[in-house]
């Protein structure tokens, strides 16, 4: 069983910057990808950024330019640096992966809480 601990949410001002980190443990055999979803209140949780073979990285369009997804291989974790936040990005963020390709996302974390008001 893998378990994923999710860090680094707050409150911030629009146009502040945050550091997610998501730390995964337990039974990994390897990591092929590992990926941040958000789920906003009253909204289905959506993919926000993954980071494939711990090289290749994908971004949906609304993050692009403002959000960087990265890995250490090592510490197996994975890293969300948002920059230029919006109200819009209000959200709980999780962390998820799989260990081949198509293979089965673990057990979703407790997410973390990133919050953007004035």
């Known amino acids: 069983q893998v378990q994923l601990v999710e860090s680094g949410g707050g409150l911030v001002q629009p146009g502040g910057s945050l550091r997610l980190s998501c730390a995964a443990s337990g039974s990994i055999s390897s990591i092929y990808s590992m990926g941040w979803y958000r789920q906003a209140p009253g909204k289905q949780r959506e993919l926000v950024a993954s980071?494939?073979?711990?090289?290749?990285?994908v971004y949906k369009e609304f993050v692009k330019g403002r959000f960087t997804i990265s890995r250490d291989n090592v510490k197996n974790t994975v890293y969300l640096q948002m920059n230029s936040l919006k109200p819009e990005d209000t959200a709980v963020y999780y962390c998820?992966?799989?260990?081949?390709?198509?293979?089965?996302?673990?057990?979703w974390g407790q997410g973390t809480q990133v919050t953007v008001s004035a």
């Open positions: 998820n992966g799989n260990s081949r390709p198509g293979g089965s996302p673990w057990p």
């Open positions: 980071i494939i073979d711990g090289s290749t990285t």
